[in-house]
C-alpha cells in the first residue's frame, strides 16, 4: 500500500540554491512528483559551487534535490513559455525564489499563473516581506540573520570577539524552506474546502525571525524592568536598551553552560553543556551527581534566583569537576541524576554515529556512477506509516525529453527546442577570421 501523503501531487519548482529547492525536496520526499526547472548548460547554481570534482556536481546540490526529475528550459524564450504554461496548467504547486518582480517579467507571476490555473497553489521565497523597507535588498542566509535579530544576539558578550555572528545553522535558508514547506501543506488541505489555489509567500527574514522569538520576549522583558536575569551579564553589568549577546547561556531562565572536558586543549569540541534547572528537587538531584551537598544550605546557591546572581562562582566549580572527566564520561555521570547534558559534537562525530542511520536522521543515497553513494539530513519527522524513500539527484535535463513527451511533444518538436535554446544551450557561432 502506498502510503505516501503527496502521492498524485505535481510540482514544478523553478527554485535555485538553497531555500527553495530545500522546501521542494521535502515535497519530493513526501511523495509528490517534482519537475527542477533548471537553466540549460548551467543548471542549478549549486551544481558547481563548493565542487569536490570540477567533473561533477556538488555535495551542496546532491543534498537538495534527492527525487526530483530535472528540465532544461529557457522560460524567456516563446517555445519555453509555452512549455512551462503546460507544465503550470497541469500541476498542483508552483514554487519560485527568484528576486522579486523577476517572475511578473518573465509572465508567470502569481496573477497570471492563477489565472492559467486556478488550482495551482503559488509559493514564492523572498528576502523580506513586502511591507519592509529592506525588500529591494538581495538576500542571502547572512542578510536575513542580520535583520532578524539572530546576528545581534547571538556571540560573545564582551572582549574582542564581542561582534555580531550568523548561526552556523541555515536559519535563513533551509529554515525559509521548511516555514514555506508548512504554508504550502496548509494550502493543499485549504484547496479542498475552497477549491482552488492561494498565493503563500514567505520570506527568509520572517523564517529567521519565527526562530528569534525568545529574543523578542526578552526585549519585551527588558523594556518592562532593564535587566535580563539569566544573561551572564546580571547582575553585575548596566544593561543596554536592547538584548545584548549572551555567550553560551540557555536563555529561557534556567542555568545553562559550555564547559570545558579532559583533553579541551588538543579538542576544540571537547565541552559539554550542562544545564542547572530551577526546581528544587532537581537541583539537588544535580548536587549529588557533582557532589556539591554544600550547595544545598548554602543560600548563595540553594535557590534559583541566588544562583541567577553568582553564576560565576556556580561555572567556575563545575568546570573544574568537569575537567577531570572526557566529555562522554561527563554525560554518564550526570545522565543518571537527571541532570539536562549533552556532549559538544563535531559534524564528524555525528556523520560517524551508526544509530543516526535510522532511515530519517542521515540517509545514505546511492548516486552511482563516479559520485557513489553520499551521505544527507533526511526527513525531520517519522511517521508511523510512511519512510520516505531516498533516491539519487537528477543530472542536468537528465528528465528533459521524459517529461517533454509525456506533455505531448513530438521528437521533431524536442529536437527543435534544442536547437533553438529552449532547452539546450545555444551553439556557439565560430566568429570570422580575422
Same mark, same amino acid.
Given at each position: 500500500?502506498n502510503? #505516501?501523503?503527496?502521492?498524485g501531487i505535481?510540482?514544478?519548482?523553478f527554485?535555485a540554491?538553497q531555500?527553495? *529547492? ?10 509528490? &512528483?517534482?519537475?527542477?526547472i ?11 559551487e563548493? $565542487? ?8 551542496y ?6 527525487? %526530483?526529475?530535472?528540465l532544461?528550459? /529557457?522560460? #524567456?524564450? *516563446? ?6 504554461t503546460k ?8 514554487? &519560485? ?6 517572475m511578473?517579467?518573465?509572465g508567470?507571476? +502569481?496573477?497570471?499563473v492563477?489565472?492559467?490555473?486556478p ?6 521565497? %523572498? ?5 519592509s523597507k ?7 542566509? *547572512?542578510?536575513?540573520?542580520? !535583520? ?5 544576539t547571538?556571540? +560573545? ?17 533551509s529554515n ?12 493543499l488541505? @485549504? ?10 509567500y @514567505?520570506?527568509m527574514?520572517n523564517a ?5 522569538r525568545?529574543k !523578542?520576549?526578552?526585549?519585551?522583558t ?19 536598551d536592547?538584548? =545584548?549577546r549572551?555567550g553560551?547561556?540557555?536563555g ?12 579541551w586543549?588538543? /579538542? *576544540? ?8 534547572q530551577?526546581?528544587a %528537587?532537581?537541583?539537588?538531584?544535580a ?6 551537598e554544600? +550547595?544545598?544550605t548554602?543560600?548563595?546557591?540553594n535557590?534559583a534566583?541566588?544562583?541567577?546572581r ?5 561555572i ?7 575537567? @577531570?572527566?572526557?566529555?562522554?564520561e561527563?554525560?554518564s555521570?550526570l545522565a =543518571? ?11 564528524k562525530?555525528?556523520m560517524?554515529?551508526?544509530?543516526l542511520y535510522d532511515g ?8 552511482g556512477?563516479?559520485?557513489g ?9 517519522t ?6 524513500s ?9 528528465n528533459?525529453?521524459?517529461i ?11 529536437? $527543435?527546442?534544442?536547437?533553438?535554446g529552449?532547452?539546450?544551450p545555444?551553439?556557439k ?6
Amino acid at each position: 500500500m502506498n502510503t #505516501a501523503p503527496l502521492q498524485g501531487i505535481k510540482v514544478v519548482d523553478f527554485t535555485a540554491v538553497q531555500s527553495g *529547492p530545500s522546501c521542494t525536496q521535502m515535497l519530493a520526499w513526501l511523495g509528490a &512528483e517534482v519537475i527542477k526547472i533548471e537553466r540549460p548548460g548551467k543548471g542549478d547554481a549549486t551544481r558547481g559551487e563548493l $565542487q569536490f570534482d570540477p567533473k561533477l556536481p556538488s555535495y551542496y546540490f546532491l543534498q537538495l534535490n534527492s527525487d %526530483k526529475k530535472s528540465l532544461t528550459l /529557457d522560460a #524567456a524564450t *516563446p517555445d519555453g513559455k509555452a512549455i512551462l504554461t503546460k507544465l503550470i496548467q497541469d500541476c498542483d504547486i508552483f514554487v &519560485e525564489n527568484l528576486h522579486p518582480g523577476a517572475m511578473d517579467k518573465l509572465g508567470f507571476g +502569481w496573477e497570471e499563473v492563477h489565472k492559467l490555473n486556478p488550482k495551482c497553489i503559488y509559493g514564492t521565497i %523572498k528576502g523580506f516581506p513586502v511591507t519592509s523597507k529592506y525588500k529591494d535588498l538581495k538576500a542571502y542566509e *547572512p542578510v536575513a540573520q542580520a !535583520t532578524a535579530g539572530a546576528a545581534s544576539t547571538t556571540g +560573545w558578550y564582551s572582549g574582542e570577539y564581542n561582534i555580531p555572528t550568523q548561526s552556523g545553522a541555515a536559519l535563513g535558508d533551509s529554515n525559509t524552506g521548511m516555514h514555506l514547506l508548512i504554508g504550502l501543506l496548509a494550502a493543499l488541505l @485549504q484547496r479542498q474546502i475552497t477549491g482552488e489555489g492561494t498565493y503563500v509567500y @514567505q520570506s527568509m527574514h520572517n523564517a529567521c525571525l519565527n526562530l528569534c522569538r525568545i529574543k !523578542t520576549r526578552d526585549q519585551l522583558t527588558l523594556d518592562k524592568i532593564g535587566y535580563l536575569t539569566q544573561f551572564p551579564q546580571y547582575p553585575k553589568e548596566k544593561f543596554p536598551d536592547y538584548v =545584548p549577546r549572551s555567550g553560551n547561556i540557555e536563555g529561557s531562565g534556567v542555568l545553562g553552560w559550555t564547559f570545558k572536558c579532559k583533553g579541551w586543549e588538543n /579538542d *576544540p569540541n571537547a565541552y559539554t553543556y550542562i544545564i542547572l534547572q530551577r526546581d528544587a %528537587k532537581d537541583f539537588t538531584k544535580a548536587c549529588q551527581a557533582f557532589g556539591f551537598e554544600d +550547595w544545598l544550605t548554602n543560600p548563595d546557591f540553594n535557590t534559583a534566583d541566588a544562583r541567577d546572581r553568582h553564576k560565576d562562582q556556580i561555572i567556575s566549580r563545575i568546570e573544574q569537576w568537569t575537567l @577531570q572527566y572526557t566529555k562522554s564520561e561527563v554525560v554518564s555521570k550526570l545522565a =543518571p541524576y537527571g541532570v539536562p547534558c549533552a556532549p559538544i559534537l563535531s559534524t564528524k562525530e555525528i556523520m560517524e554515529d551508526e544509530s543516526l542511520y535510522d532511515g530519517n536522521t542521515l540517509v545514505k543515497i546511492n548516486q552511482g556512477g563516479e559520485i557513489g553513494e553520499f551521505v544527507t539530513v533526511g526527513c525531520p519527522f517519522t511517521m508511523s506509516n510512511y519512510t520516505p524513500s531516498y533516491g539519487p539527484c537528477p543530472s542536468l535535463g537528465g528528465n528533459t525529453e521524459e517529461i517533454l513527451r509525456t506533455y505531448g511533444y513530438t521528437p521533431q518538436q524536442i529536437e $527543435q527546442f534544442k536547437a533553438n535554446g529552449t532547452t539546450a544551450p545555444m551553439p556557439k557561432v565560430a566568429e570570422p577570421a580575422h
